[in-house]
């Protein structure tokens, strides 16, 4: 009997550790996107058609975001080899994205890579119109609500938040939920990102060094800048915007 109490109480303390509240940490984010489906959107072309089978079915890249209750910073690492043929015109915009959030000052400061152009944005945290709803998942190991809101006037993004980690943040700098997100999905960009591992630390968390090249700008500015230039480009100048606007 002894034995069996003992067991209980260890159990009843893994689990409240497991629920405790929390407002510092780091959490290590995959984002993936799927190559096949953006390549089926394209213009019907015979390239397009023989390239379709080729390519990798997923390209994936690992990031990480360390936080506090004052502020969060999302870094690109690294990306992870495709299993397969990958395309590009170019460095994919938005593929390695710094972030910083500052929410005591509600300032939000990120530098976003265009082809040879890395621009350096910093204006108002964003505010988001959340739709809660009542879907919940478990991502790694926190029980997530679902939330829907849009960007680009019609843009579908779906987060999974946990109130458990008590920071209202979440990857590419999205937030204003009840709580950090840990996923994150765009069924326009065929792309995802959730949380793999959250760590209980208590990381530095200070804003990072832009590169001495980077063009100041708004996000409204540096849009304009890439539409001018890509007005030929179809869709995928459209898939542009979409990415500079996460």
């Known amino acids: 009997m002894r034995t069996i109490c003992c067991c209980l109480m260890l159990l009843v303390g893994t689990l409240s550790v497991k629920a405790q509240f929390i407002s510092t940490g780091k959490i290590e984010y995959e984002r993936k996107t799927s190559l096949k489906l953006q390549l089926q959107t394209e213009e019907e072309s015979e390239w397009v058609k023989s390239m379709i089978n080729k390519v990798a079915q997923f390209t994936v ?11 969060s910073e999302f870094l690109f690492v690294k990306e992870q080899e495709a299993k397969g043929m990958t395309f590009s015109w170019g460095p994919q915009p938005g593929r390695e994205n710094k972030v910083y959030t500052d929410f005591k000052n509600r300032i939000i400061r990120s530098q976003k890579q265009v082809y040879e152009n890395d621009y350096l944005i910093e204006e ?13 998942r478990m991502i790694a190991g926190y029980p997530c609500r679902k939330a829907v809101t849009r960007i680009c006037d019609s843009v579908v993004v779906v987060a999974f938040y946990t109130d458990q980690i ?7 700098g999205f937030g204003g939920l009840p709580g950090m997100i840990l996923g994150l999905a765009v069924p326009r960009l065929y792309t995802t990102w959730f949380a793999t591992q959250v ?48």
């Open 61 to 71: 890249s690992e990031f990480t975001m360390s936080f506090n209750r004052d502020a």
């Open 124 to 136: 108002q945290i964003p505010v988001y119109q959340w739709k809660i709803e009542s879907d919940m």
């Open 166 to 172: 008590m920071v209202s943040g979440g990857p590419e």
């Open 199 to 246: 760590s209980l630390d208590t990381p530095e968390v200070k804003p990072f060094t832009p590169v001495k090249r980077s063009k100041k700008a708004t996000t409204s500015e540096m849009i304009a800048a890439v539409q001018k230039s890509t007005k030929d480009w179809g869709k995928y100048g459209a898939n542009l915007v979409w990415w500079l606007s996460l």
